[in-house]
């Protein structure tokens, strides 16, 4: 259904729902690996597509979402992602018309690495927030030398306040999206243009409509040319629908006069300075529809044709084409996503690397895995002192019966036998054999007498620090001395509120509850990639030890 603006005669339009025309395959969920994601903010919603090539030539919309901005936006397009199963996706953004201004300037003789450092202080006066947050993008215009005149290098440069970029890609990151780029409107219809006929293979003019201005585009090869804003659009022409007197028909010629008007002046300056042969306009969908608004045109401008841009060609939408509302609403992320899946064309990319958002090493995920790494690591040591002590257990085992069989060979040997020599040589390595056992017996006393091991081989000091743990606390040495009744920690920690539940958690460990701490230091450095603090816990006698 066609949503009109609204007129002494016709209903308003209702406000805009979150609608969803197409989540994919009925029954299937799963990710969709192929795919591009496009992520557009309009005043009043967000939009996220995702496009997939199909073998057909067709660009299957496999997600198309609109989430009004009342409420939970992101949670909304989320439960989106979780029923599609999809998640740490890759995609691209566009910024609407209102976002960011395009200006047409005459390109420097630098490198193109420093055209967008130049380009900003040539525009610093034409914007309306400091230059220092600005975000610039510079587009070189495509040129078709001629003999009869020299062309200058022109670019477009495109320019936005970071604050709407780094929204995108705030919104992009809650939805597990990792932003390659930040496209701009007109480049984005300029992606859509290059996949139709005529824009990919020869020249087009496009023609879009808006809110408050109306973009015309004028592209060659799969570039934009050209590139005008009228400020002429849908709110003006919608006045004169309001207060019309000599019927509908009339008063939307009205409306349209001062447009016709300047697309005239317009398409005889691409016709003469871009040497482009225009015969024909393509009309993309409008967010506030027209009725009429087509053939009004084309009864406006004589010699043109003006027909509606076909998306069905290259776009394939399984419930059908949406609403011409729907359908602008999410054509600039229609359009991202195919400028990335199809790489056509110079690209625009707002994104600089500053704003790209930093990993931050200190967030849950990061200590989650470094908790569970230590957690394995100390799990192998534990493994790894239990099999030698089950090891040394064995081989006890193996003396304690080697000394039965000598001691009886001896006693033999001496019962029997005159031979002292052999006597003596025999009562040798028995006193050997002894010897051997005596140092397993004084081993296997220590493990199970001694606080500092048991006969599993693990420390019962070991053991308690491996189950009384604080998230947030690590430690990254410990000490012991005097048989364990001197004791001394060093560690790390996300805060100083965590250490005193670390010598609490200390005291109702068994083997440390009798453990009197005298020393505590606790400082704070802040690094380029570390924000954490230092601390050392230690007994008096310890503390006073040198190391």
């Not at 001629?146 to 970029?165: P, T």
């Not at 509606?308 to 600039?332: I, S, T």
């Not at 690094?527 to 050392?536: A, C, P, V």
Request: net charge positive; glycine share 8%; hydrophobic share 40%.
């Amino acid at each position: 259904m066609v949503h009109n603006p609204p007129t002494g005669q016709e209903p308003a339009q209702p406000p805009i729902q979150r609608r969803s025309w197409w989540s994919g395959s009925k029954g299937k969920a799963g990710r969709h690996k192929g795919g591009v994601f496009g992520l557009a903010q309009w005043p009043d919603c967000w939009v996220l597509v995702q496009i997939e090539a199909q073998a057909t030539g067709q660009l299957a919309v496999n997600i198309c979402e609109i989430a009004p901005l009342e409420g939970d936006s992101a949670g909304r397009l989320q439960s989106v992602l979780r029923q599609k199963r999809i998640t740490r996706c890759t995609g691209v953004a566009t910024l609407t018309p209102s976002q960011y201004r395009t200006f047409l300037e005459e390109s420097a003789n630098a490198p193109a690495a420093e055209l967008g450092s130049i380009m900003r202080w040539r525009v610093r006066d034409r914007i309306d927030f400091p230059v220092e947050n600005a975000v610039v993008a510079v587009q070189p215009v495509p040129t078709r030398k001629r003999d009869d005149a020299a062309e200058k290098n022109m670019v477009n440069v495109f320019v936005a306040n970071q604050e709407e970029v780094l929204r995108l890609s705030a919104m992009a990151t809650r939805l597990q999206i990792h932003l390659l780029a930040v496209d701009a409107h007109e480049s984005a219809l300029r992606h859509i243009a290059a996949l139709m006929g005529e824009g990919a293979a020869g020249e087009m003019v496009l023609l879009h409509v808006g809110p408050q201005d109306t973009q015309v585009m004028a592209i060659r090869d799969g570039e934009a040319v050209f590139s005008r804003r009228i400020k002429v659009g849908t709110e003006r022409i919608g006045d004169h629908l309001r207060g019309e007197t000599g019927g509908r028909d009339k008063a939307l010629a009205l409306g349209l006069e001062p447009l016709a008007v300047e697309l005239q002046r317009t398409l005889e300056y691409i016709r003469t300075r871009m040497h482009m042969t225009v015969n024909k306009i393509s009309l993309a969908p409008s967010e506030n529809p027209i009725s009429g608004l087509t053939a009004a045109l084309d009864a406006l401008l004589p010699g043109l044709t003006v027909t509606p841009l076909e998306l069905a060609k290259v776009f394939h939408f399984p419930d059908g084409v949406p609403a011409e509302k729907n359908l602008a609403l999410a054509l600039p992320a229609l359009g991202a996503a195919v400028g990335q899946l199809r790489k056509n064309g110079s690209p625009v990319n707002l994104l600089e690397e500053r704003l790209r958002p930093k990993r931050d090493l200190l967030s849950g995920r990061p200590i989650m895995l470094f908790g569970l790494l230590s957690f394995i690591i100390l799990g192998g040591v534990v493994g790894l002192l239990r099999w030698q002590a089950g090891k040394i257990r064995v081989e006890y085992a193996n003396v304690f019966s080697q000394e039965a069989t000598l001691k009886a060979e001896v006693m033999q040997l001496a019962n029997n036998s005159a031979d002292q020599a052999l006597r003596v040589r025999l009562e040798n390595e028995l006193q050997q054999v002894a010897e051997k056992i005596s140092l397993h017996q004084r081993l296997l006393l220590f493990l199970n007498g001694n606080k500092l091991g048991q006969q599993e081989g693990f420390s019962g000091y070991l053991e308690d620090l491996s189950r009384y743990t604080i998230p947030g606390i690590w430690l990254t040495q410990i000490s012991f001395r005097d048989g364990g009744r001197d004791v001394g920690f060093s560690g790390k920690g996300t805060s100083s509120a965590l250490v005193p539940a670390f010598v609490e958690s200390m005291g109702r460990a068994k083997n440390f509850q009798n453990t009197k701490f005298d020393v505590l230091h606790i400082t704070q450095e802040k690094k380029e990639l570390e924000d954490w603090i230092h601390f050392s816990l230690r007994t008096k006698r310890m503390a006073e030890m040198k190391p």
